[in-house]
């Protein structure tokens, strides 16, 4: 497992962005892929965007496609959530994911995941 900690989320309107950050501490994450959930008052937690550990291969739920862009750096140790066009439905906490090292599947499931940030909460008024 690794730690992960989120940095980023706050409170904003809709129709602006924000760009989330997920870092490793104690150790590199270069060899897992990396995602995104989120999990609003009331609703189970939903897959919002995932990075192959090699960075080739990215995906993003449907409610976020066209939107979100998520990628990684590697010198930094870091993925980061690129959020667009923010919606009141956006509103939720956003945890950052690491699955298994060198983990190839399903990563909507978070069953693959082992290791998760504490959350960074999202806001987005109308």
């Known amino acids: 497992q690794v730690r992960l900690v989120e940095s980023g989320g706050g409170l904003v309107q809709a129709g602006t962005s924000l760009r989330l950050s997920c870092a490793s501490s104690?150790?590199?994450?270069?060899?897992?892929?990396v995602g995104w959930f989120r999990q609003a008052p009331g609703k189970e937690r939903e897959f919002v965007a995932v990075?192959?550990?090699?960075?080739?291969?990215?995906y993003y739920g449907d409610s976020v496609k066209g939107r979100f862009t998520i990628s990684r750096d590697y010198a930094k140790n870091t993925v980061a959530l690129q959020m667009n066009s923010l919606k009141p439905e956006d509103t939720a906490v956003y945890f950052c994911?690491?699955?298994?090292?060198?983990?190839?599947?399903?990563?909507?499931?978070?069953?693959?995941?082992?290791?998760w940030g504490q959350g960074t909460q999202v806001t987005v008024s109308s």
């Open positions: 994911a690491a699955y298994a090292p060198y983990y190839r599947g399903t990563y909507a499931s978070s069953d693959p995941v082992d290791s």
């Open positions: 104690g150790g590199s994450f270069s060899n897992r892929p």
């Open positions: 990075i192959s550990w090699g960075g080739a291969s990215i």
